[in-house]
């Protein structure tokens, strides 16, 4: 997919890899990006380094303000599911319910919400795609942030449904999985951490080679050879890093 011209929306795009979604984009041409978050003054930050940026208050989890997002803006060639949030819990010690159920609002309901509403905006746009941020944890379940992992398994089949339904349409469907990068997200842990420039100029490269899956910063590329190599083994290690966390 070449970026040059066309219309993109980017959720999340307050966020450290969103915003720099946002500004790759437009250094690759992009005409028009709807950049959609929760803080209306991050995004009037974003909206006022470039007119071609149109700033977007939206709630991923709401159906009826996603319809009326998906209706206003039927220009869309190029779909991002950038947001997320991630609960550092494990099942048994949360107190309470609540964190995981919004996470798995906002990352996966939000995600589906948003692919089946701008799905036949960009079918009908010729040459379109969405992409849906997943994480290396779709693939393995770290068990001090398993509802984060839960959700982004989830994903990662609702991505497969996408790419069976809307592929032979014509429409690219891109995973991508971060590694550890260096946004608020991860900001309680002290690892070694990429920018989230990196993770935004690998989409857009990807994007233009037409690439199915994105693996990209600190740690993405290891962690996709040990899940290839022997992920029972990355499996067992997540457990221990439960045990020493509580003790």
């Not at 980017?10 to 978050?37: F, M, Q, W, Y």
């Not at 998906?70 to 309470?96: Q, R």
Request: negative net charge.
């Amino acid at each position: 997919m070449n970026i040059d011209g066309k219309t993109a929306l980017v959720t999340g795009a307050a966020g450290g890899i969103g915003r720099a979604l946002v500004l790759e984009l437009l250094d690759n041409g992009a005409s028009k990006i709807i950049a959609c978050d929760l803080d209306r003054k991050q995004l009037n930050d974003i909206a006022a380094r470039d007119t071609r940026v149109v700033p977007q208050e939206l709630d991923v989890t709401d159906e009826a303000e996603v319809a009326r997002v998906a209706a206003a803006h039927g220009d869309v060639d190029l779909l991002i599911n950038c947001h997320g949030i991630v609960v550092h819990e494990n099942y048994l010690a949360a107190a309470t319910l609540g964190a995981f159920r919004k996470e798995m609002d906002v990352n996966y309901w939000g995600q589906l919400l948003l692919c089946r509403a701008f799905a036949p905006v960009v079918n009908r746009n010729a040459g379109g795609a969405i992409v849906n941020f997943l994480s290396p944890l779709a693939f393995v379940t770290f068990p001090f942030c398993a509802a984060y992992c839960a959700t982004k398994a989830a994903c990662r089949v609702l991505t497969d449904a996408m790419r069976a339904e809307l592929g032979p349409k014509g429409v690219l469907v891109m995973a991508v999985c971060p590694g550890t990068i260096d946004t608020g997200m991860m900001s309680n842990l002290d690892i070694p951490k990429s920018p989230p420039e990196g993770v935004a100029k690998a989409v857009v490269e990807g994007l233009s080679s037409d690439e199915t899956e994105v693996w990209a910063g600190e740690g993405a590329q290891d962690m996709r050879q040990r899940l290839r190599d022997d992920p029972e083994a990355l499996q067992a290690e997540a457990a221990k890093w439960l045990r020493l966390e509580q003790n």
